[in-house]
T-cell receptor, first 112, second 114 residues
Framework: KQEVTQIPAALSVPEGENLVLNCSFTDSAIYNLQWFRQDPGKGLTSLLLIQSSQREQTSGRLNASLDKSSGRSTLYIAASQPGDSATYLCAVSAYGNNRLAFGKGNQVVVIP | GAVVSQHPSRVICKSGTSVKIECRSLDFQATTMFWYRQFPKQSLMLMATSNEGSKATYEQGVEKDKFLINHASLTLSTLTVTSAHPEDSSFYIC??????????FGDGTRLSIL
């Protein structure tokens, strides 16, 4: 059974600092890995999707890396802003995007 | 594109009531829909997977008679929580996909049973 762990569970950083969020998974036989953002009481917004054959994906201030063999992914958020405050979820997918296994999330607070 | 609408967003009802939650794919045909449950500060846990026109596949530990899932069309799936009790209070989120494309998520339903 796939287990996904996210560290740290919660962190607070001053505005402008770079954020580094870590995700690890136990079974390296994944189809892809996604990072989502979840605001309190809301659904999920997909941020980045990395296919199993890729090493990283970038979108604006966000960069996600994937090391499938070691079962790790890192989400970097450059020059954090108060609007980045949210919970960030990592999820790995089995073949065909059918079974998503989620971590518990990294709860981020960016202090103005 | 790829919008998933979930309704209602919030339900508060008495113990023993049955509650229906709808999940619609607005601009694509969803061959597969998924229902998740999320407790505070916990990860999303997959409850069941449903394919249009066939019975849902439930995850281990999820009571199929308690959580009725109907996927009657390529754009609509419903989750009915039957005879809901306070322990069923949670955040329920649906997602939908077509083929082997990524899942797209609804905004979730906060269910509170008094």
């Amino acid at each position: 059974k796939q287990e996904v762990t996210q560290i740290p569970a919660a962190l607070s950083v001053p505005e402008g600092e770079n954020l580094v969020l870590n995700c690890s998974f136990t079974d390296s036989a994944i189809y892809n890995l996604q990072w989502f953002r979840q605001d309190p009481g809301k659904g999920l917004t997909s941020l980045l999707l990395i296919q199993s054959s890729q090493r990283e994906q970038t979108s604006g201030r966000l960069n996600a890396s994937l090391d499938k063999s070691s079962g790790r992914s890192t989400l970097y958020i450059a020059a954090s802003q108060p609007g980045d405050s949210a919970t960030y979820l990592c999820a790995v997918s089995a073949y065909g995007n059918n079974r998503l296994a989620f971590g518990k999330g990294n709860q981020v607070v960016v202090i103005p | 594109g790829a919008v998933v609408s979930q309704h209602p967003s919030r339900v508060i009802c008495k113990s023993g009531t049955s509650v229906k939650i709808e999940c619609r794919s607005l601009d694509f045909q969803a061959t597969t829909m998924f229902w998740y449950r999320q407790f505070p500060k916990q990860s999303l846990m997959l409850m069941a997977t449903s394919n249009e026109g066939s019975k849902a596949t439930y995850e281990q530990g999820v009571e199929k008679d308690k959580f009725l899932i109907n996927h009657a069309s390529l754009t609509l799936s419903t989750l009915t929580v039957t005879s809901a009790h306070p322990e069923d209070s949670s955040f329920y989120i649906c997602s939908a996909k077509t083929g082997d494309q990524p899942q797209h998520f609804g905004d979730g339903t906060r269910l509170s049973i008094l």
